[in-house]
């Protein structure tokens, strides 16, 4: 299985700043997946991350606030926008494994706004 | 619209005695169903993949079998250390790439 790392692994932030978070995979994968869990709840996906494309958002995501890049095949960064508290949640990376449809996921990063 | 139930929503169970979570599911052509272990403020950890009726995996006190509506995850005479949320996952024909989470089963154990 791939090792995920995320940076950072927490952070506070104040409301209408924006935070990015990154994402290292130690071998390349042609697809990222950005989720986020907010409290007491279950994963819901952000966005899929494509090298050499752009990102493909769901139904309730938007790029202006949720902005990622791809510029490799082993990292990706998600930005969070203008933050505000509702935006308190786990952020976690994922990829998939290249011979089956296994996802791996990231240790998360927990954010906090105020 | 894919869809995945999880009961109980949280399961408080004594050192040694087993028990079963479930997971239901409404999909539309299933690749897969997938059980995760999720502790505290980190991310989830694979368990299981399942992808037809009557297949059955195991690891250590856990088993998880699948049939075409529900699977369950077994946990068989377990420890403190199994103390979680486990998450049930699936992932359709018509959603490419877009894993289906519940909302996850928190299992505590007491010696």
């Known amino acids: 299985s791939a090792v995920i790392s995320q940076k950072p692994s927490r952070d506070i932030c104040q409301r209408g700043t924006s935070l990015t978070i990154q994402c290292q995979v130690d071998s390349q994968v042609t697809m990222m997946f950005w989720y986020r869990q907010q409290p007491g709840q279950s994963l819901t996906l952000i966005a899929t991350a494509n090298q050499g494309s752009e990102a493909t958002y769901e139904s309730g995501f938007v790029i202006d606030k949720f902005p990622i890049s791809r510029p490799n095949l082993t990292f990706s960064t998600l930005t969070v926008s203008n933050m505000s508290p509702e935006d308190s949640s786990i952020y976690l990376c994922?990829?998939?494994?290249?011979?089956?449809?296994?996802?791996?996921f990231g240790p998360g990063t927990r954010l906090t706004v105020l | 619209e894919d869809q995945v139930t999880q009961s109980p929503e949280a399961l408080r169970l004594q050192e040694g005695e087993s028990s079963s979570l479930n997971c239901s599911y409404t999909?539309?052509?299933?690749?897969?169903l997938f059980w995760y272990r999720q502790d505290p403020g980190k991310g989830p950890e694979f368990l299981f993949t399942?992808?037809?009726a009557g297949e059955e995996k195991e690891k250590e006190r856990l088993k998880a079998t699948l049939t075409k509506k529900e699977s369950f995850l077994h946990i068989t005479a377990p420890k403190p250390e199994d103390s979680a949320t486990y998450l049930c996952?699936?992932?359709?024909?018509?959603?490419?790439?877009?894993?289906?989470f519940g909302t996850g089963t928190r299992l505590q154990v007491f010696p």
């Open positions: 994922s990829v998939p494994t290249e011979s089956t449809d296994t996802q791996y």
């Open positions: 399942l992808y037809s």
């Open positions: 999909v539309s052509g299933l690749r897969g």
């Open positions: 996952a699936v992932l359709g024909s018509y959603n490419t790439d877009k894993l289906i």
